[in-house]
């Protein structure tokens, strides 16, 4: 995949795009900055988007499913995703393939019509096997190096919308539906 230009890329992410049904996302990195915030207490913070959970509640609203596939366990994931109506949460899975088979079969989803937003090593294999791979552009570049499409936003930062904004273009729709 590397050794295709930033167009092609793009041009290949666009036809995948089309096809897409579920959207599967990390958190660390991708739906934050990636930073861990503990404070004094013990007290885990985390700092989302109000541009990404825009555009995660727009997405399910006309029709896309989201999920979450996460390497590690906190409320405040829990609590993130209820707000946005994310109900397909995973946690605590850095061999990620066994969770997305199951959200797979659960609605009788093909390969090529889910996309996953990762940005860490274990995320490749998943990235590998969906039909459109995608990381932040603060990604390692490992991640780049293997996915169809490198947002211009970092994670936490809109890269998530940014990529629910190409899918929905693709297919002809956009944010700003009615």
Known sequence: MHRLSTAERKKRAIERAQ???????????????????????????????????????????????????????????????????????????????KPYAEVKSMYGLKDEEVAYMGDELFDISLLKAVGLSAAPSNARSEVRAVVYYVTRAA????????????????????????
Do not use: C, W
Request: charged share 30%; no cysteine.
């Open 155 to 178: 994670g936490g930062n809109g890269a998530v919308r940014e990529l629910i904004e190409l899918i929905l273009m693709s297919q002809g729709r956009s944010l700003e539906e009615a």
């Open 19 to 97: 096809h897409i049904k579920l959207i599967l996302l990390d958190v660390d990195g991708v739906l934050t900055d990636g930073s861990l915030i503990y404070g004094n207490d013990g007290t885990e913070l985390k700092v989302f988007n109000v541009h990404d959970g825009f555009g995660i509640r727009r997405a399910i609203e006309l029709g896309l499913r989201i999920g979450i596939i996460t390497g590690r366990q906190s409320e405040i994931v829990r609590r993130r995703a209820a707000e946005l109506g994310i109900t397909d949460i995973y946690e605590d899975f850095l061999d990620k393939l």
